[in-house]
């Protein structure tokens, strides 16, 4: 009953390598976000799921990412091939309305 | 296009002092306005959340004024203590995804 949590909570990985971030919503909330946080960009929007809807992936920065969502309720999060510039947080969040609520997120170091 | 423009990037405040960070956003069919507040090594924890409709919401010390007109919205954070000492971002939503400012670092000494 606790909040959002993700795991690993740190990764590092090679280059080309691929890597899988994973995300366990609040119990009951029907959306869930993944954004990108890093040093040059912000706070970004990867990708969104509500419900049993298609999700929205028009903030997916290449076809190098996807993600699932299993049961409506954990998701994750797929990089393949990766490269240096996909260093950064990964944050996820969900919802049962307008609020949004995050995890601690995952920080992704590719060398 | 950054679509929520954020400031100050940061800001050092004394004990007790009223910090206010400001926020602009360009896209009109925005219809919610949160604020978060993040530690570091730590996500983004929501703070408090505004809807076009009210000018102003107040939330224990902290309070948003919003100015539809203007396109405009601003945190205040009364008599800050060294604990308000993280990182602030404004966001702004149609439906669902948030787009965020690029945050302020505010320090209370």
């Known amino acids: 009953g606790a909040g959002v949590s993700q795991s690993p909570s740190n990764k590092v990985t090679e280059k080309g390598k691929d890597v899988e971030l994973r995300c366990d919503p609040i119990?009951?909330?029907?959306?869930l976000y993944w954004y990108r946080q890093s040093l040059g960009q912000g706070l970004e929007f990867l990708i969104y799921f509500q419900g049993n809807s298609a999700p929205d992936k028009s903030g997916l920065p290449s076809d190098r990412f996807s993600a699932e969502r299993t049961g409506g309720s954990v998701s994750t999060l797929t990089i393949q091939r990766t490269q240096q510039e996909d260093s950064a947080v990964y944050l996820c969040?969900?919802?049962?309305?307008?609020?949004?609520?995050f995890g601690p997120g995952t920080r992704l170091t590719v060398t | 296009q950054q679509q929520v423009k954020q400031s100050p990037q940061s800001l050092i405040v004394q004990k007790g002092g009223i910090p206010i960070i400001n926020c602009a956003y360009e896209?009109?069919?925005?219809?919610?306005f949160p604020w978060y507040q993040q530690f570091p090594g730590k996500g983004p924890a929501l703070l408090i959340a505004?809807?076009?409709?009210?000018s102003e919401k107040k939330e224990g010390r902290f309070t948003i004024s919003f100015n539809k007109s203007a396109k405009q919205f601003s945190l205040h954070i009364m008599d800050s203590q060294p604990g308000d000492s993280a990182t602030y971002f404004c966001?702004?939503?149609?439906?669902?995804?948030?787009?965020f400012g690029k945050g302020t670092m505010l320090l209370v000494s």
């Open positions: 505004i809807r076009p409709d009210v």
């Open positions: 119990s009951g909330h029907t959306a």
């Open positions: 969040a969900s919802s049962l309305e307008r609020e949004q609520y």
């Open positions: 966001a702004a939503s149609v439906h669902s995804t948030l787009t």
């Open positions: 896209n009109t069919a925005f219809d919610y």
